[in-house]
């Protein structure tokens, strides 16, 4: 059996910079007198407060390590296939009624431990009025890329309004998941900004990283406008009863550190700053960012997400103080025989040994075409061998 936590670091305890719970289940306001979350929030009133998700990212004792898969929501399952018949991606975002059931058929099927909600990083700038869309098999596609300086004046404030439906969904599914946490999350302002710039999905992120190198101005316009509309949306997840958030920089790995540190780092704290003051579990996810790992956690995470490239007792060392990991099985291991994926499996927990706290997850999103029993036994076997 594994440990399923350790919350040591060179023999000095770990300290949470989460705010703890009271006695009663109810949150605190914190040291520095930030407000509390909703009373009637899960976190607040107890219900998610506990769960695995949550202790293990503040670096408390766990019954087990938890399980999430990132594009658990949907991507394998038949029955997520079947109902989205008739509808495109986006459309299917802007229905709360398609959106909860996806976001909790992997619940049900799977037994993880934490719910991602259904939605994708371009809903909040559909929502504004940008023309995208999710074209299949490309990605998202934007009618006429970001280039110039007039084009960032056509970024306007995300208003409630905008994303009614989409916020119905996530207080919906706060109510329906009762212990199970929902995590809310948003796009980073760097991948953000890559898909308008680029117009779709690029490889070399040429004209984005050639506008960020020859009009600084307009690059750090362009990111910071992202910046508060993704705040504000992952905001209005958390107020909406998300227990935890994420932020996915997908194309992060594309830059060198001293571009990440200067031109999109003070953006990507800016998204953590618009809720740091509700003190929920904040992760950190990249692709390809092995390097950049200590710059991304100063961003403001609390929990960092590591790819599949970096064992996750290496990854540790590289960050700039103790915190708990997420990650970090790759999602290819998934394809072979089941002794080969339940040592690929053990390793990862093995790796974890030590750390002041580890979420089991992938070290990137689930496959399309992945057997969804595998997923099954995969959590079955973590919980079976952290077991406390």
């Known amino acids: ?156 404030n995300l208003e409630p309004d905008d994303v009614a439906p989409v916020i119905a969904a996530v207080a919906a599914l706060a109510s329906e998941l009762g212990s199970t946490p929902l995590i809310g999350f ?68 594309a830059l060198s550190a001293r571009d990440y540190e200067r031109s999109v780092l003070p953006h990507s704290r800016k998204v953590f700053d618009a809720v740091a003051q509700y003190e929920t579990p904040r992760i950190h996810f990249g692709v390809g960012t092995s390097e950049l790992l200590a710059l991304m956690q100063s961003a403001g995470a609390n929990v960092m997400g590591v790819d599949f490239r970096l064992p996750l007792s290496t990854a540790i060392k590289r960050l700039n103080h103790p915190t708990p990991l997420q990650g970090n099985l790759d999602p290819a291991a998934l394809f072979a025989d089941w002794h080969a994926v339940s040592e690929s499996v053990l390793r990862v927990l093995g790796d974890a040994q030590g750390l002041p706290g580890h979420i089991f997850n992938l070290g990137h999103g689930v496959p399309p075409d992945t057997d969804p029993d595998v997923l099954t036994r995969v959590v079955d076997l973590v919980h079976r061998e952290t077991a406390r």
């Not at 914190?30 to 107890?46: I, K, N, Q």
């Not at 399952?77 to 459309?91: F, I, K, N, Q, V």
């Not at 992120?205 to 993704?230: F, G």
């Open 186 to 253: 948003v796009g980073a302002p760097f991948t953000v900004a890559s898909y308008l710039v680029e117009g779709r999905p690029s490889r070399d992120h040429v004209h984005t990283k050639a506008l960020m190198l020859s009009d600084p101005t307009t690059w750090n316009r362009l990111l910071d406008r992202i910046a508060s509309i993704c705040g504000d949306f992952l905001s209005m997840q958390v107020q909406a009863g998300a227990s935890a958030v994420q932020l996915f920089d997908s194309w992060a790995g």
């Open 1 to 156: 059996m594994f440990d399923s936590h350790v919350a040591v670091w060179d023999d000095q305890p770990v300290t949470s910079d989460i705010s703890p719970l009271t006695t009663d289940g109810h949150s605190s306001s914190g040291e520095h007198g930030r407000p509390a979350l909703p009373a009637s929030h899960p976190l607040s009133d107890g219900r998610t407060s506990d769960s695995a998700l949550i202790l293990a990212a503040e670096g408390r004792p766990v019954p087990h390590t938890p399980v999430w898969f990132m594009r658990q929501a949907g991507r394998s399952l038949p029955e997520y296939r079947a109902l989205r018949e008739g509808h495109t991606m986006l459309e299917t975002c802007f229905n709360p009624d398609l959106t909860v059931e996806i976001t909790l058929q992997p619940v049900r099927r799977h037994g993880v431990d934490a719910a991602i909600f259904f939605s994708d990083i371009v809903v909040p700038i559909k929502a504004i009025g940008i023309d995208v869309e999710i074209a299949p098999g490309v990605g998202p596609v934007i009618a006429e890329p970001f280039r110039t300086s007039k084009d960032v004046d056509r970024l306007r």
